[in-house]
């Protein structure tokens, strides 16, 4: 953890932080609580100090934890598989939301908003077509796109068997 900078909060601030320009916004009104977002994204941890209880602002230390990760895997690290066989894909969070599975940036059915507290979600993806499909994930938190998964591309060859 590192903490950025202290400021005054009243409403939304874009303050320099270390590659950039974070913009800092709270979702509440008075008491000191609440929850902060910066670019978008919550700030886990914040503490905030009142200095007038009748006003919104007061003095707050953000606490970075660290852009939030998403990665995902294929059962056997396979680079390729057939048409009509099904595929186990995973996804590594490193923070709560909720996970959606994508191939060639269509939702996967079934692996759709799949919830998590940081860790694992899997989905079970079914080849349709004879091609290399890209697949991905995006982790949600907070009504916004928090990580977005490398593209894994697998390359799906023609049926082994005939019917």
């Given amino acids: 953890m590192k903490t ?14 270390d590659a950039g320009v974070l913009r800092v916004s709270r979702r509440a009104s008075g ?33 970075f934890l660290g852009s939030p990760t998403l990665s995902v895997t294929a059962a056997g690290s396979v680079t390729q598989t057939n048409k009509g066989q099904t595929l186990v894909l995973t996804a590594t969070a490193g923070q709560s939301g909720s996970v959606t599975f994508y191939a060639d940036g269509k939702r996967i059915p079934g692996c759709i908003s799949i919830a998590t507290s940081a860790g694992n979600v899997t989905c079970t993806w079914k080849a349709a077509v ?9 982790l ?11 593209d894994l591309k697998i390359a799906v060859n023609k049926k082994s068997t005939r019917r």
Avoid: C, D, M
């Fill in 4 to 17: 950025i900078i202290s400021i005054l909060v009243s409403a939304i601030l874009a303050i320099p932080a």
């Fill in 31 to 63: 008491g000191g609580g609440g929850s902060y977002f910066a670019n978008g994204l919550n700030i886990n941890r914040v503490t905030a100090e009142q200095s007038n209880p009748a006003a919104t602002a007061g003095t707050v230390t953000i606490t």
């Fill in 130 to 138: 004879q091609k290399i499909v890209v697949l991905s994930a995006k």
């Fill in 140 to 150: 949600v938190s907070n009504g916004s796109v928090a990580a977005t998964a490398a």
